[in-house]
């Protein structure tokens, strides 16, 4: 395994070392777990190079705090890549990415505008500027991202397609704790209380499935019976229930297309998201 810190090195690695061969990438910010694992695994299963970004993209963050209180893993990072038989970590420093005087961004599609896109203005611009300079130096073939955060796989997409790129975007089903928790870095913050009720989130969403199964086709009764069983959870604060189209994360009137029930949370100053696809009642 080699790490590269910078994109001239990525371009002169690719030069001499990919001889056509397929180049499957993961991008993460670091602080890797058993979800990030599961993108390796699959990535390293299905071509023949592994390639692992980890680049703390502050671009995407509209608190700066929140940046600068990001966790960097490093070390235990490097060796969860060499576990899983990465080819290359590329870990570009920040100002290689974003030079002094850099004004160059990517406008996210639709896609960016609900849910996330109306509390976090930019966080999507963010998201797609960083990935179009990733995709731009490591070239993949494939690239795999967490069904987790649903709607970033949406803007990659959707990024993906009216650009252009010749890439294959991948996402692979979340991966979670036994009691349905979608794994994620924030779930340390919780306290013991806050991680025994967290699990209604996914409980919740997994009985609107089953209501859909069965026969709904109303978002509004479907999202009022999650509603109601969240608040009867302890200190678990709803920011939003929404049921978008999965192409392209637009409010539908009936669930009659292949559709996402997408939530976000809180416990305090914890916030989770998860979501959980669904099909149209069979008639």
Same mark, same amino acid.
Request: aromatic share 8%.
């Given at each position: 395994?080699?790490?590269?810190?910078?994109?001239?090195?990525?371009?002169?690695? *690719?030069?001499?070392?990919?001889?056509?061969?397929?180049?499957?990438?993961?991008?993460?910010?670091?602080?890797?777990?058993?979800?990030?694992?599961?993108?390796?695994?699959?990535?390293?299963?299905?071509?023949?190079?592994?390639?692992?970004?980890?680049?703390?993209?502050?671009?995407?963050?509209?608190?700066?705090?929140?940046?600068?209180?990001?966790?960097?893993?490093?070390?235990?990072?490097?060796?969860?890549?060499?576990?899983?038989?990465?080819?290359?970590?590329?870990?570009?420093?920040?100002?290689?990415?974003?030079?002094?005087?850099?004004?160059?961004?990517?406008?996210?599609?639709?896609?960016?505008?609900?849910?996330?896109?109306?509390?976090?203005?930019?966080?999507?611009?963010?998201?797609?500027?960083?990935?179009?300079?990733?995709?731009?130096?490591?070239?993949?073939?494939?690239?795999?991202?967490?069904?987790?955060?649903?709607?970033?796989?949406?803007?990659?997409?959707?990024?993906?397609?009216?650009?252009?790129?010749?890439?294959?975007?991948?996402?692979?089903?979340?991966?979670?704790?036994?009691?349905?928790?979608?794994?994620?870095?924030?779930?340390?913050?919780?306290?013991?209380?806050?991680?025994?009720?967290?699990?209604?989130?996914?409980?919740?969403?997994?009985?609107?499935?089953?209501?859909?199964?069965?026969?709904?086709?109303?978002?509004?009764?479907?999202?009022?019976?999650?509603?109601?069983? *969240?608040?009867?959870?302890?200190?678990?604060?709803?920011?939003?229930?929404?049921?978008?189209?999965?192409?392209?994360?637009?409010?539908?009137?009936?669930?009659?297309?292949?559709?996402?029930?997408?939530?976000?949370?809180?416990?305090?100053?914890?916030?989770?998201?998860?979501?959980?696809?669904?099909?149209?009642?069979?008639?």
């Amino acid at each position: 395994m080699i790490v590269i810190t910078a994109p001239e090195q990525m371009h002169e690695w *690719l030069h001499s070392y990919r001889g056509g061969k397929s180049i499957g990438f993961v991008p993460t910010m670091g602080a890797l777990h058993a979800g990030h694992e599961v993108l390796l695994q699959q990535a390293q299963q299905e071509n023949d190079i592994t390639v692992l970004s980890i680049f703390v993209n502050p671009t995407q963050f509209n608190v700066q705090s929140d940046f600068e209180a990001y966790p960097r893993t490093t070390e235990r990072d490097l060796r969860i890549a060499e576990h899983h038989g990465v080819d290359v970590v590329y870990m570009p420093e920040t100002d290689r990415m974003y030079p002094e005087g850099w004004r160059i961004f990517i406008e996210p599609g639709t896609a960016a505008d609900p849910l996330e896109g109306l509390g976090r203005p930019g966080h999507f611009r963010g998201v797609a500027t960083i990935v179009t300079k990733l995709f731009n130096t490591v070239q993949p073939t494939h690239a795999y991202f967490g069904k987790k955060d649903y709607q970033q796989l949406a803007v990659i997409r959707q990024m993906v397609s009216e650009l252009n790129f010749d890439i294959s975007v991948i996402g692979v089903e979340t991966v979670r704790h036994d009691d349905g928790l979608a794994m994620s870095s924030r779930n340390v913050r919780l306290s013991d209380v806050q991680r025994s009720t967290a699990p209604v989130v996914y409980q919740a969403l997994v009985s609107a499935k089953n209501l859909v199964d069965a026969g709904e086709t109303s978002p509004d009764v479907v999202i009022n019976t999650m509603t109601s069983r *969240l608040a009867a959870a302890d200190g678990c604060r709803i920011e939003y229930i929404e049921i978008v189209r999965q192409t392209d994360l637009q409010m539908i009137s009936a669930i009659n297309c292949p559709s996402v029930i997408c939530i976000a949370v809180w416990f305090d100053e914890v916030r989770l998201i998860d979501n959980i696809e669904i099909q149209p009642p069979q008639r």
